[in-house]
Each structure stands twice: as C-alpha cells, then as structure tokens.
C-alpha cells in the first residue's frame, strides 16, 4: 500500500487505549481550558484521524507562515496549509504548560484535545495577511475562507495534542466517518491495490458518477473512495445527511458490488481552491489513496481561481518529492446530446455549449424547490428524488 506522507507509518493522535484515555478525560477537567474555534477543533479531528499526519499538533506561528509562503514547516515538513489553533483572548491560559481544548460544535463544550502548550503568540496584521493571501490569494473579505480564517482571533496556541473525540461527527455520522487509519485498514480488507479517490461538497449527479467511472477504468483501478466533506459548508450547501443519504443510493444503484466506499471526513471547507486541492490530495495519501480526482475549479468558490489552477498547482508549486499519490486531471464532465452520453468536455472539441445539457447549481435548486426532477441526462431519478424531499421539507 501507499506510504503515508513523509514517514513508514500513520500517527494519529487519538488516544485509543482506554486506560490511557480515562486518566486524560480525567486530567483535562483539571487543566485550564478553552473553547476553540470550529476552524481548529476541525484541524483537531483531522490530527486525531491519521489525516494531517505526521504532524504532532496546531502548528507555531513561524511553521504556519513558512507553510504558507512555501508548503514547508521550519524543519523542512511539507504541509500545504497552516494548521493553526487562533483564539480572541489568551487570558485563561496564559502561562499554562498543559491545557484542555473545548469542542465549540458540541453541546456543553466537552473536551475535544488535550495540548502540551509550546508557545502562545499574538499573530501581527501583517503575518495574518500574509497567511491569507498565500493559502486563499485573495485578500477579499467577501470570500467565505479569508473571512473565516480572519474571524478566529489573533493568539496562536501551539503545541502537540492527543485528541481524545472526534466531535459530532461520529455521534452524527456513525455508517459515514471514517477516520485516515479505518479507510487504509478497509482498502487492505477489501484487497484494493489502486485506489482513486473523489472528494464532494455536494450530491453526485450523473457527471460526477461517469467522472469517478471513467477515472477507475483509465487508471485501471480495484476501487473508489467517495469522501465526503461532513463539515462546515457555506450558506446554502445540501447538508451532509442529504448528501450521504443521495450518494449511498447513487452507489447502490449504479456501482458493482466491492467497487465503492462511501466515507466522509470531519472538517470544515476552506474554499481556498488550489492549496486546498493540495491539501485534499495530502491527506487522501494519508488514507491509501494511489490517485485523486481533481476536477474544474477544485475547492473553489466565485470567480476567486482560474478553472484549472487546483490542477496546475500541483506542476508549479508542490515539491517534486513532497506526496506520491497521483493527479488524475479532469475537466468538467457533462452529457452530451450528440454522443448520448457523459463525456469531459475537452475531449469533444466538435461540441459547441448548446450540445450539451448544462445546468447551473442555482437552477438545479429552483427546480428541485419546485418539485420538478432535473432531466436523467443531468441527474439519476433516485438521487433527484432525495433532494426533491430534502427541498420539500424546507417549505
């Protein structure tokens, strides 16, 4: 199986030993604690589950600048985005050597990680734009990441965790979070030997499903990882429990049996297109992914990227040496009228727009809001009628 980046072996930082977990449960409630932002009990699950490793915790301000500027740590580490634990005010734990961390998302706040406190720094305007632009290039206030990111504070704690929760997403999505180390021991049970993952924000239509079926067949991969996003969304994103319930039966219907895993992962988007696209690649490494999907305008939102920056990254910026799962660069898929069926749409250079059926997200929604199913060339009639009743039930 793939190597994990840049070390033999996973290191998740969930505390698994019972024994060992009781005692930590029992000590934080000693500690000095504090709630922490969505943003970095997201960073937390993602430590926790194998995702970020080899990382040992929230990164110090040095690290996360230089992983801005250069996708390196300052002891050389490659990781494509800070990983930071930003708070408004340190006051509480000021002089700490040992805290708790407080699930925000969790009714009553319980405890998500405890932390070995490195340093606490006041993060300047000037490192905090300089964060912003390097992972999001923009510095666009409007844009969902950069307000985000910018929204969280400006004290940076650091130091290693050991994660002792994976917040709401496994209470809330027990069949569907997966953490890094339960999806490599199930592609190893599965005896899957080329993987090829797909990331969704969103229900697959019948373009992502062609999509992720023509990459199995060129890549001549055993199996496909659907990983979906089970966190934050911006306003206006199909929530997570429509999107597994719509993908599931996608699934069901239309892959053989022992092709298709459906897992999720517990983090909130960034938006920030090309470096999270890096990002998205990392951690599905981490997994046991051999190749990734990325499509048009990868993790992106508005106009911020260019439609195949997330895929150019990878060319111009990613270090030769950094991951070694493999890009498969796609461009957008749709149905064709003329050669009745899914095609990517560079691949029919004698198309012209009208030869296609193209349909924009927002008259996706005003139609299922109305009841009326998408055609079957845009959308499976079962997955339509999921979020047909997902609309209904809004009204």
């Known amino acids: 199986m793939i190597k994990p980046v840049g070390s033999e072996a996973l290191k998740p930082l969930f505390v698994y030993d019972p024994d060992s977990h009781h005692a930590l449960m029992r000590e934080a409630e000693t500690l000095p604690s504090v709630i922490i932002s969505?943003?970095?009990?997201?960073?937390?699950?993602?430590?926790?589950?194998?995702?970020?490793?080899?990382?040992?915790?929230?990164?110090?301000?040095?690290d996360a600048v230089g992983v801005a500027e250069g996708m390196r740590t300052a002891d050389g580490l490659f990781f494509p985005v800070p990983v930071l634990c930003l708070l408004e005010s340190a006051n509480g734990i000021a002089g700490a050597?040992?805290?708790?961390?407080?699930?925000?998302?969790?009714?009553?706040?319980?405890?998500?990680?405890?932390?070995?406190?490195?340093?606490?720094?006041?993060?300047?305007?000037?490192?905090?734009?300089?964060?912003?632009?390097?992972?999001?290039?923009?510095?666009?206030?409007?844009?969902?990441?950069?307000?985000?990111?910018?929204?969280q504070g400006r004290f940076a704690v650091s130091g290693p965790i050991q994660v002792l929760h994976f917040s709401y997403f496994q209470d809330d999505f027990?069949?569907?979070?997966?953490?890094?180390?339960?999806?490599?021991?199930?592609?190893?049970?599965?005896?899957?030997?080329?993987?090829?993952?797909?990331?969704?924000?969103?229900?697959?239509h019948l373009a992502h499903e062609e999509l992720c079926h023509?990459?199995?067949?060129?890549?001549?991969?055993?199996?496909?990882?659907?990983?979906?996003?089970?966190?934050?969304?911006?306003?206006?994103d199909?929530?997570?429990?429509?999107?597994?319930?719509?993908?599931?039966?996608?699934?069901?219907?239309?892959?053989?049996?022992?092709?298709?895993?459906?897992?999720?992962?517990?983090?909130?988007?960034?938006?920030?297109?090309?470096?999270e696209a890096v990002l998205h690649a990392y951690f599905r490494q981490n997994m046991g992914a051999t190749h990734f999907i990325i499509g048009r305008d990868h993790a992106g939102v508005g106009d911020y990227y260019g439609a195949f920056d997330a895929q150019t990254i990878f060319d111009e910026e990613v270090p030769a040496d950094a991951l070694q799962i493999e890009?498969?660069?796609a461009d957008h898929t749709a149905y064709s009228k003329k050669l009745k069926r899914v095609v990517m749409m560079c691949e029919a250079p004698d198309h012209s727009k009208d030869d296609f059926v193209l349909l924009s997200g927002t008259k996706v929604r005003e139609m299922l809001g109305n009841g009326i199913a998408p055609p079957p060339e845009f959308s499976r009639p079962e997955v339509a009628q999921i979020l047909m009743d997902y609309y209904r039930s809004l009204d």
Request: aromatic fraction near 8%; include cysteine; glycine fraction near 8%.
């Open 38 to 62: 969505s943003q970095a009990a997201a960073n937390a699950v993602m430590l926790g589950g194998g995702y970020f490793s080899p990382l040992p915790g929230f990164m110090n301000v040095a």
């Open 327 to 329: 890009i498969f660069k």
């Open 97 to 151: 050597k040992r805290i708790a961390l407080r699930d925000p998302n969790v009714e009553g706040n319980p405890v998500l990680a405890v932390m070995d406190v490195e340093a606490i720094e006041q993060v300047s305007d000037a490192q905090m734009a300089l964060m912003t632009e390097k992972v999001y290039r923009t510095l666009d206030p409007e844009h969902p990441g950069v307000q985000t990111f910018n929204s």
């Open 174 to 204: 027990p069949d569907t979070f997966r953490t890094a180390v339960e999806i490599r021991n199930e592609i190893a049970e599965r005896g899957w030997k080329r993987v090829v993952a797909f990331q969704t924000r969103n229900p697959m």
């Open 238 to 275: 199909i929530p997570a429990p429509v999107r597994d319930a719509a993908i599931r039966k996608m699934v069901e219907l239309y892959f053989p049996p022992n092709s298709a895993m459906v897992t999720g992962y517990g983090f909130d988007m960034l938006y920030a297109g090309p470096r």
């Open 214 to 236: 023509m990459a199995m067949k060129r890549l001549d991969c055993d199996g496909l990882v659907i990983h979906m996003l089970l966190g934050k969304l911006k306003p206006g």
